[in-house]
């Protein structure tokens, strides 16, 4: 797991349950690269007018030597009304991401 995992919510009330979630699927990362040393999450309601809300999620990771940054954007299907969906998606993008960024540096 990340030596620390930084959680912000944006246009929405924090939450136990989210940040327990957020947490986990942080520590999955682990599995993949134990050099991530810092995790930053944002959490934020993009609130739109007769059809509620639709989350948006980044996840930041530092690693010696790099970074890795995805900025899960909403999809178009509206799955992403779902804060948990939004959640398990931007970090199956980070999981791909630091796998990538593992195969590059480390051979």
Do not use: W
Request: overall charge neutral; aromatic content about 4%; glycine content about 4%.
């Amino acid at each position: 797991m990340p030596a620390e995992v930084q959680i912000s919510f944006r246009g929405m009330d924090a939450s136990p349950a989210v940040e327990a979630k957020v947490q986990q699927r942080a520590a999955e990362l682990a599995q993949f690269s134990d050099r991530v040393t810092t995790c930053r999450v944002v959490l934020e309601a993009a609130h739109r007018r007769h059809q509620g809300n639709i989350y948006h999620v980044t996840v930041d990771l530092a690693l010696p030597g790099g970074k890795v940054v995805v900025s899960h954007e909403p999809a178009r299907d509206h799955a992403h009304e779902d804060l948990y969906v939004a959640i398990r998606d931007a970090f199956d993008a980070a999981r791909r991401r630091l796998q990538d960024h593992v195969r590059q540096h480390e051979g």
